[in-house]
């Protein structure tokens, strides 16, 4: 129950954001890493993502 529960948020602590960028397309928003295990490093790499994407010039 405890890894349950533990898995359970730092999921989410991603859920919000990334529901809010796929709706709004602000790429500006961060989600909370909180710790960097697996769960961590995952929103790491997700927020590093975002922000290529957000300094990438659209394409024409």
Do not use: K
Not at 10 to 37: C, F, H, Q, V, W
Request: proline content about 5%; cysteine-free.
């Amino acid at each position: 129950m405890h890894i349950a529960r533990g898995i359970g948020r730092g999921l989410g602590g991603i859920e919000a954001p990334t529901a809010s960028m796929r709706t709004s397309l602000e790429l500006t928003r961060t989600a909370r890493a909180g710790r960097m295990d697996e769960i961590g490093r995952t929103v790491a790499a997700l927020d590093a993502a975002v922000a290529i994407a957000a300094a990438t010039p659209p394409l024409s």
